[in-house]
């Protein structure tokens, strides 16, 4: 059985944020849209193997699980 472990990814826009979880185990996860205004819109996303690429190349960095986490408590 894998240990379940995410990923956790960052890229700052202009007014806004994007956070993203990733199950790399079945490439499951969560985006955090974080708008100016403070709310916070979460979508669940299932994604392919090549995510940990597409991020890369969106120029996504990695970020804290506890940063995620806090964002997601105000979803």
Do not use: W
Not at 14 to 19: G, K, N, W
């Amino acid at each position: 059985m894998a240990t379940l472990l995410f990923q956790y990814f960052k890229r700052v826009f202009d007014d806004y944020q994007v956070l993203v979880q990733v199950n790399p185990n079945d490439y499951t996860g969560i985006e955090l849209i974080i708008h100016p205004d403070g709310k916070v819109e979460k979508t669940i996303m299932e994604f392919d193997e090549e995510i940990f690429e597409d991020l890369e190349v969106d120029e996504f960095k990695a970020c804290s699980p506890l940063e995620f986490q806090l964002q997601l408590t105000k979803t």
